[in-house]
């Protein structure tokens, strides 16, 4: 599976993005699709998870603000975010596994290239 994020961009706070990951190859449906963030300087982060089943967990810090969803038919998962604040300014990556469901990063088997979403005050 291959991984391409977009949508990335420079949006004031209080704005609002919208990241769409692609995936190549069979079986997407079947994937559990997580979104992480690494701000500079410091370690990568969960942000949320949609799972195969489409049920989703969110980290507390979004919760209310970004949405997630998938179009298995077009092999996409999207994370919308609102109400953006600069805190959330970080390199997005999408990941995604067969079997884990989890908020651990390096439990993911495949990794997109990452976008960037800067947040201005």
């Known amino acids: 599976v291959q991984l391409q994020a977009s949508g990335g961009g420079l949006v004031q706070a209080g704005g609002s993005l919208r990241l769409s990951c692609t995936a190549s190859g069979r079986s997407f449906s079947d994937y559990n699709m997580g979104w992480f963030r690494q701000a500079p300087g410091k370690e990568r982060e969960f942000v949320v998870i949609i799972r195969w089943s489409a049920g989703t967990y969110y980290a507390d810090f979004v919760k209310g603000r970004f949405t997630i969803s998938r179009d298995n038919a077009k092999n996409t998962v999207y994370l919308q975010m609102n109400s953006l604040k600069p805190e959330d300014t970080a390199v997005y990556y999408c990941?995604?596994?067969?079997?884990?469901?989890?908020?651990?990063?390096?439990?993911?088997?495949?990794w997109g290239q990452g976008t960037l979403v800067t947040v201005s005050s």
């Open positions: 990941a995604a596994d067969p079997r884990y469901q989890g908020t651990i990063d390096v439990e993911y088997d495949y």
